[in-house]
T-cell receptor, first 115, second 116 residues
Framework: AQKVTQAQTEISVVEKEDVTLDCVYE???????LFWYKQPPSGELVFLIR??????QNEISGRYSWNFQKSTSSFNFTITASQVVDSAVYFC????????????FGTGTRLTIIP | AAGVIQSPRHLIKEKRETATLKCYPI?????VYWYQQGPGQDPQFLIS???????DKGSIPDRFSAQQFSDYHSELNMSSLELGDSALYFC???????????????FGPGTRLTVL
């Protein structure tokens, strides 16, 4: 069975600080996909990034970066120079196997950026 | 770019009533998923359809049913509503895959259902 754990329930940082959101996953499949979604106070789910199990390259996109480590089953997300607009709930999610499969979400991390 | 459309955005029902939620996927997306997100919780998978056939089923109550139509839009029908059905219901869609590559699920804005 697949499982995603986001141990940090809530994080608050002062604006312009860097912050890392942790995600640990469990799966028996050798092929799987990992995702991060952002849910701002308005409620929609916004896709941020997708990674497959064969691609351990870290990625940087503007102020966002992701660190995927299969050895520790982790897919962490870092925001540098945080801004108030980054305040949201962030979900890590896992999809197993081939084709379009369901997402299993972690419980989310509520990030608050203090001006 | 076109996004997933859900209607209605808000719905208020009484206990034991029925509700129908609609989802219009991104054009050319052939797979639709439904998720339920209770207050303060993560989204939970309900059901999915691929090319108008049910492809997977999660923790969807027997009181709920869903289908995907020939134009790929989907409807989630909920009967005998209970207080615990109050939640945000998301629809997501993804495009055809080739070679087993998984496509990203793009979510609609959600329908907030309140059962009184």
């Amino acid at each position: 069975a697949q499982k995603v754990t986001q141990a940090q329930t809530e994080i608050s940082v002062v604006e312009k600080e860097d912050v890392t959101l942790d995600c640990v996953y469990e799966t028996r499949d050798t092929t799987y996909y990992l995702f991060w979604y952002k849910q701002p106070p308005s409620g929609e789910l916004v896709f941020l990034i997708r990674r497959n199990s064969f691609d351990e390259q870290n990625e940087i996109s503007g102020r966002y970066s992701w660190n995927f480590q299969k050895s520790t089953s982790s897919f962490n997300f870092t925001i540098t120079a945080s801004q108030v607009v980054d305040s949201a709930v962030y979900f890590c999610a896992l999809s197993e196997g081939f084709g379009n499969e369901k997402l299993t979400f972690g419980t989310g991390t509520r990030l608050t950026i203090i001006p | 770019a076109a996004g997933v459309i859900q209607s209605p955005r808000h719905l208020i029902k009484e206990k034991r009533e029925t509700a129908t939620l609609k989802c219009y996927p991104i054009p050319r997306h052939d797979t639709v998923y439904w998720y339920q997100q209770g207050p303060g919780q993560d989204p939970q998978f309900l059901i999915s359809f691929y090319e108008k056939m049910q492809s997977d089923k999660g923790s969807i109550p027997d009181r709920f049913s869903a289908q995907q139509f020939s134009d790929y839009h989907s409807e989630l029908n909920m009967s005998s509503l209970e207080l615990g059905d109050s939640a945000l219901y998301f629809c997501a869609s993804s495009s055809p895959t080739s070679g087993g590559e998984v496509d990203t699920q793009y979510f609609g804005p959600g329908t907030r259902l309140t059962v009184l």
